[in-house]
């Protein structure tokens, strides 16, 4: 019954799959996970009702028994459980106005909770933020939060201050990663190559086809092409942004990436028409989230492989870029929950969701 629910569920829109969840407790124990995978990747308000239950969960696990004292009664579902994507800008962004090391003491303990409650992340995206954020930024990368991240299977980087500490730690904790973007903004020569080592240690551990975009302004593409050349089978897409490639650099490698279904880069070199031909299309994106004026122009080819040999498929599917996607590499539910619950069961999940869905719904 529950997998028949689930498919019921993906031909859903976000108001029938909430209307779902009313139906009956069986219903609702299928639903409620759906709705706190991605506690911190909506709204603020919606992320300070995730840090409301979280604390229940806090004090839960910091607290002792006094005399006389009883312990605070947990909410019927265990909701860290459910957390799959952790958005870290936007759970950073919830104590922006609190000083640097208060900041770091607010975000330590949800970590813990994480971890000592065995949660397993898949999606961890971090995007800008202010450079006084940096030390918390790094918190993650403690090796005693390691096993929240080491069943990752999608992460984005896009940071002004990264250091080569998030390369180093994704390539000593994860291995499953099928989706890797990452956007390197220091371009100091030795910091470039220190992230390229250490990259290239990461796409060796891997055991999945990794769909990898790396976006550099005039960092070292002919170090980089050298880091790709013992797991040229690892790749199944491939996209080089504003990388700075050497007129001597060999592009023959191309030929042996035989798991290849997308290749994309900025400004290609006449080697790489020759190689893969002319019929390839042309995309205008922004590689800065921050930055909505800059735009980058970047060549694609797509390909259908025929045993040994590569042919120019016809799709312009673009993996990277979702508004030129046919099918969209990983989209997380919006949740949209109504104004007014009339439910006797789980009330105190719904608490503080009132800002998505204009609807009201009644039980």
């Known amino acids: 019954m529950e997998d028949i629910i689930r498919i019921i569920l993906k031909d859903l829109d976000v108001c029938d799959i909430h209307s779902a969840l009313l139906v009956n ?29 979280y ?12 005399q006389g004292e ?38 330590e303990p949800i970590l813990h909770m994480l971890t000592n409650r065995e949660a397993r992340l898949e999606t961890f995206i971090i ?25 990752l299977i999608h992460v984005e980087v896009h940071t002004p201050f990264m250091n080569n500490n998030i390369i180093k730690s994704l390539a000593k904790n994860c291995t499953r990663l099928s989706h890797l973007d990452i956007n390197l903004y220091n371009n100091s020569e030795q910091f470039a190559e220190e992230s390229i080592n250490y990259l290239e240690e990461f796409i060796s551990a891997q055991r999945c086809p990794l769909n990898l975009r790396l976006v550099s302004p005039y960092g070292p593409g002919d170090i980089l092409i050298k880091a790709f050349q013992s797991r040229l089978e690892s790749f199944q897409r491939l996209e080089l942004v504003k990388w700075n ?15 290849l279904t997308e290749f994309a880069i900025t400004n290609p070199p006449p080697q790489v028409f020759k190689i893969l031909g002319t019929d390839c299309e042309s995309y205008n994106f922004r590689p800065s989230k921050n930055n909505r004026k800059s735009r980058v122009l970047t060549k694609h080819w797509h390909f259908d492989k025929d045993d040994e040999i590569y ?42 969701y009132e800002d998505s869905c204009h609807n009201t719904y009644d039980c």
């Open 127 to 151: 995007e800008h933020g202010s450079s006084n954020n940096e030390i918390a930024y790094e918190l993650w990368t403690t090796p005693c939060y390691a096993s929240i991240f080491s069943t």
């Open 25 to 53: 407790r069986e219903w609702c124990q299928i639903v409620v996970p759906i709705y706190w995978k991605a506690p911190f990747s909506f709204t603020k308000k919606r992320s300070m009702t995730a840090l409301k239950i």
């Open 245 to 259: 490639f050497s007129e001597k650099c060999d592009w023959s490698w191309l030929k042996n990436c035989s798991n």
């Open 311 to 352: 042919e120019i498929s016809s799709m312009t599917e673009f993996y990277f870029h979702p508004s030129k996607s046919l099918t969209v590499p990983y989209e997380p539910p919006i949740v949209k929950v109504s104004r007014k619950i009339s439910c006797n069961y789980e009330e105190d999940y719904f608490e503080g």
């Open 55 to 66: 604390k229940m969960f806090l004090e839960q696990g910091s607290s002792t028994s006094a």
């Open 70 to 107: 009883t312990q605070k009664v947990l909410p019927f579902f265990d909701y860290p459980l459910f957390i799959k994507e952790l958005n870290y800008t936007k759970l950073l962004k919830l104590f922006e106005c609190e000083e640097q090391y208060e900041r770091f003491k607010r975000v």
